[in-house]
């Protein structure tokens, strides 16, 4: 095995310490800045991997390979752990027989989501066992780590990143690495099976292994202690300690990688150890919250730092307790649809049309800003179907007939098929539209496949496409209407305007590839290296 | 101990920020130093405003450099340069594509390579030591309009 120090960003170290840890499947979904983990982990040799249709589904392939023995990764990005929330939350009661990894990307500050959500309150309201590194070596590290604690318990972990160690190079020292164990099946009914008879002790047994995870955490857990101030104490997470580290180098900080559960008796007895004590922790309150309940003395953080990532200069702040006034930076230029993009065509049309479009998660999302302001709502993955029904009930006629949803191919296998069933079953009385803005790719993460697609992760044929037009008009879709937007402008304004007048259920599918998926793909085709 | 150098580059999506960073990245982790690259991709690879953090030393603590704290700010253009003036420390260095003869550029795309160049007259690192690295991080074919370009900015 080498020792040779590497520089990687965050989710190549998940990726190599994934397959170092002996995993037999990596699968997931992509968002930003999850995406590169199982894109990197695929590139390893002997390591398998698949994007699944949404997280759900992501995660439950991934129960699957640990209930057969044998060990997975799941990756998604916070609000992706939304989705996957139902299977994480009953999962926790049965456990795992394989290892099971779960590594979630939060994104303080919002690079590229529509919220900052904190993963961390997920493993407290499942019960499931939360590791969160603060550099690239950690994540190698802790990815590893992740895997021994949820064999050793038979619990699925949590792997907390946050877009900064994600996206952050730093050096790597990798070390041994372990065989992948062969899967095999053996019954276990009422293991597996949640009917309340069998939920009811699991639920028991979960509780009394987070309470040994504790008591590990506690005595062994990845929670170092630097320095030995007996002034100045600092609590901190991921690479909110290193900030913390810097901006205060006289202080004494402990460094919490293992978050849930916590070790408060350690962490009590730092408390004591010092005059005073702060929490450095980014977004929501969590460690302070739950370190206040159990009765440790710290001082409250100021709200003003929930907000956004925190870097040494804000948390010198904090410690200052400096709650002025903090200089916004200056604004960038903001990002936009790409000259040739095809969606121009498709909103500049909805917009002289003079729609009110329920949008969705992706690209398109960008029609929002300047020159088009062409959208109305964006609330979550498919929620562009459901939102606009809505609308399309309760307003009135003039009003109802203007809502369209707006949609991108992929967001639609992920959570916009559940919607039209929605649209069939509960009809709007004048009818509704969805435009499916088809680029073929799940352009805005970095040019993903999907079922839609017909290529698997590594761009290869997969055998079958599942076709937009033929489930649309196999659950019952009125009308279905595909066209190139950039080349049928009068045939796609037709279309959203009879659309729109009649009573009918209309998909109209405006079909042209991204233009960075064609040169993506002439690239291949050529036989270059692509990204 | 020495002094952590930190080094901030700024552009729009697309122009290759991430590309230099890298190759910069490369060029203070073969000479054995501790490293971290910081960068915010995803939203702003459609064309928006993006930086680049690298920072170098004998150890390193967060990835970050915040306002007041860069040794180095490198632009890829002059409009980018009051978005991003208030990271440079006091008597910090502003490296730019006018610190070159920029019509000279074989090839518009080599201008991050070119400021790099520009950059390089302020480390002490080999010039031999940059080309390695630039080798290492692109594609053959463009080696040898990238290495002009760097000799270019460079000014030799």
Known sequence: ?531 | MSEVVNVKFAGLGGQGILTCTDILGRVVFDMGNDVKKAEVHGMSQRGGSITSDLRFGDKVLSPMISAGQADFLIVMGEDQVEANQHFLKEGGILVKPSDFDVDQLTNKRTLNVALLGALSKHMEFPVEQWMDAVRAQLPERLHEVNEAAFMLGRGE
């Not at chain 1, 005595?219 to 913390?244: C, D, M, Q």
């Open chain 1, 1 to 531: 095995m080498s020792s040779e120090r590497k520089l990687m960003s965050g989710n190549e170290a998940v990726a190599l310490g994934t397959k170092h840890a002996g995993c037999a499947l990596g699968v997931g979904y992509p968002g930003t800045p999850s995406t590169e983990i199982l894109e990197n982990y695929a590139k390893l040799a002997d390591c398998k991997a698949q994007w699944a249709p949404n997280e759900k589904v992501a995660l439950e392939v991934g129960i699957g390979v640990a209930f057969a023995g044998t060990r997975t990764i799941v990756t998604m990005k916070h609000v992706g752990l939304n989705v996957a929330a139902d299977p994480l939350f009953t999962v926790a009661y049965t456990g795992v027989t394989g290892g099971m990894v779960l590594a979630v990307a939060d994104d303080p500050g919002m690079a590229s989501s529509q919220n900052e959500q904190d993963s961390r309150n997920y493993a407290r309201a499942a019960g499931v066992p939360l590791l969160e590194p603060a550099d690239s070596q950690e994540a190698y590290d802790m990815t590893k780590l992740a895997f021994e604690i949820s064999e050793r318990w038979n619990q699925p972990v949590i792997l907390r990143l946050s877009t900064r160690v994600c996206h952050s190079k730093t050096i790597v020292v990798p070390s041994d690495s372990k065989e992948v164990p062969a899967a095999h099946y053996e019954r276990d009914i009422k293991g597996r099976v949640m009917i309340p008879a069998y939920a009811r002790p699991a639920h028991k047994k979960m509780r009394a292994k987070l309470a040994e995870i504790e008591a590990w955490n506690n005595a062994e857990g990845p929670n170092p202690i630097i320095g030995n101030s007996s002034k100045l104490g600092i609590i901190a997470n991921g690479v909110s300690a290193l900030h913390a580290q810097e901006a205060a180098p006289d202080a004494k900080v402990m460094k919490l990688g293992m978050v849930y559960p916590l070790p408060m008796k350690a962490i009590l007895e730092f408390i004591d150890s010092v005059e005073e004590c702060i929490i450095i922790e980014e977004s929501d309150p969590f460690i302070q919250t739950e370190v206040q309940a159990a009765g440790g003395k710290v001082r409250p953080r100021l709200e003003r730092y929930r907000y956004g990532e925190l870097d040494v200069v804000r948390v010198k702040r904090i410690i200052d307790g400096d709650d002025s006034e903090e200089a916004a930076p200056p604004r960038g230029k903001p990002p936009q649809l790409c000259d040739g993009c095809p969606h121009r065509a498709s909103f500049q049309l909805l917009k002289n049309i003079g729609c009110t479009i329920t949008g969705d998660i992706g690209c398109y999302t960008l029609s929002v800003l300047p020159p088009f302001e062409t959208m109305d709502t964006c609330i979550c993955m498919g929620g562009s179907i459901g939102i606009g029904l809505g609308m399309r009930h309760v307003l009135p006629e003039e009003q109802a007939r203007k809502v369209v949803s707006v949609i991108g191919d992929g967001t639609f296998m992920h959570s916009g098929l559940t919607g039209v069933a929605d649209m069939i079953c509960n009809r709007p009385k004048y009818g509704h539209v969805i435009v499916i803005l088809d680029n073929g790719t799940t352009a805005m993460t970095g040019l993903q496949e999907h079922p839609g697609t017909g290529k698997t992760l590594d761009h290869n044929p997969s055998g079958k496409t599942v076709s937009l037009e033929a489930t649309c008009e196999a659950m019952g879709v009125d009308k279905v209407v595909i066209l190139d937007p950039s080349r049928e402008m009068e045939a796609f304004e037709q279309a959203v305007r009879d659309a729109m007048a009649s009573n009918d259920l209309t998909v109209i599918i405006a079909r042209r590839p991204c233009i960075l998926a064609v040169v993506r793909d002439a690239k291949i085709n050529r036989g270059e290296k692509v990204r």
